[in-house]
């Protein structure tokens, strides 16, 4: 029954319906069926409520809202188009320089707002009327975008890297000095893409005319680290208490939170209409996040049940090649689903699968 359970809830995620409603849907139809076909034991049910009060109390997960609230006071107080202006005209007489300027300030946007969507979509109207009214061409300007969008995946503090600590049992500490380095060697190959073409295609990606560097190279440096300085200095704080043990990823996340309305504070931007929309955001992501955590709960729950956990280690088991197939095998599977799923869908779906 597990592989026509797994095949039903695909299926049911191909017909576009809410992931977390169909992963509780899934879960229960095929755990009545299989009570009565007498494949499942339905006093394993009984553990179910305890779960889900464990959802809502887990210590880990509160510091989503507080990390989801932060990136979007920063977001919304406009310092990612500040920095963009900036760091576009500090590298404007290079070629490529916008390119670089937005692989840079997205990471750092990323780094600030936790998730992707929030970083290409922010990214996308600072930078794609600039990028292309300079001669860009149209690919390699929603290209750079889109890819510097994806740093937000892994870069901390991200958002997916705390849901993957708690799916795995590891620490946020831990997931984040992990994440470092492969988060650097990204922006660095994104880098050097845009260094090759600068070479050998330089017409894509043109520098920035004499008549629009209207600044010094020293003046354009001084406002650039005047618009990093206290946002850096917001994360590093962030970050550093968490990767010392000095906070817990939730008062590491609460810090932030204040930390951010300060910055808007003194960036004289703080409005009750940047306070509603920030408030409103930080309520959807987590609202989402929840649902699909308790419809993953429920499904994880009677795929195991009914030895979903035995079938998918049978199967990973017997593929050629051993770790490397199965580690080959394991990121096409997901590369595959990240065009249909988002990556907290594919992080409470798959994770629980494989990670045992």
Not at 98 to 125: F, H, N, P, Q
Not at 211 to 234: D, H, N, Q, W, Y
Not at 276 to 304: A, H
């Amino acid at each position: 029954m597990a592989p026509i359970m797994f095949a039903a809830l695909i299926m049911v995620l191909l017909l576009g319906y809410p992931v977390a409603f169909s992963l509780s849907a899934v879960g229960l139809g095929f755990g009545a069926l299989a009570i009565q076909l007498g494949y499942f034991d339905f006093a394993l049910l009984q553990a179910l409520p305890d779960r889900i009060y464990g959802i809502a109390g887990n210590q880990l997960l509160l510091s989503i809202p507080f990390f989801t609230f932060m990136g979007a006071v920063l977001e919304r107080c406009r310092l990612a188009e500040d920095l963009l202006d900036t760091m576009g005209q500090l590298f404007g007489p290079v070629r490529g320089g916008l390119a670089y300027a937005v692989i840079i300030v997205g990471a750092l946007l990323g780094a600030v707002t936790g998730t992707v969507a929030a970083s290409v979509i922010a990214m996308g109207l600072i930078s794609l009327p600039v990028m292309l009214r300079y001669g860009y061409d149209p690919k390699v300007a929603t290209g750079v975008i889109a890819a510097s969008g994806t740093i937000t995946q892994i870069i901390p503090p991200s958002l997916v890297l705390i849901v993957l600590a708690d799916a795995m049992g590891k620490s946020v500490g831990d997931m984040y000095a992990g994440a470092f380095i492969p988060s650097f060697v990204l922006i660095l190959l994104f880098c050097l893409y845009i260094f090759a073409l600068s070479i050998f295609r330089p017409e894509l990606v043109p520098a920035l005319p004499v008549e629009v560097r209207t600044a010094s190279f020293g003046k354009l440096l001084i406002r650039c680290l005047v618009s990093m300085v206290p946002t850096l200095a917001l994360i590093f704080m962030v970050l550093g208490t968490i990767l010392v043990g000095l906070a817990t990823p939730t008062e590491g996340g609460a810090m932030g939170a204040v930390g951010a309305l300060g910055l808007a504070i003194a960036s004289r931007r703080l409005t009750w209409s940047l306070l509603k929309e920030s408030m409103d955001m930080t309520l959807k992501l987590s609202t989402m996040v929840i649902f699909i955590l308790v419809g993953s709960t429920v499904f994880t729950l009677v795929f195991r049940g009914v030895d979903g956990d035995l079938w998918v280690e049978g199967l990973l088991s017997n593929l050629p090649g051993g770790v490397v197939g199965f580690l080959i095998f394991v990121n096409a599977f997901i590369f595959l689903l990240a065009f249909f799923l988002d990556y907290f869908e594919i992080a409470f779906i798959i994770i629980p699968l494989l990670a045992p």
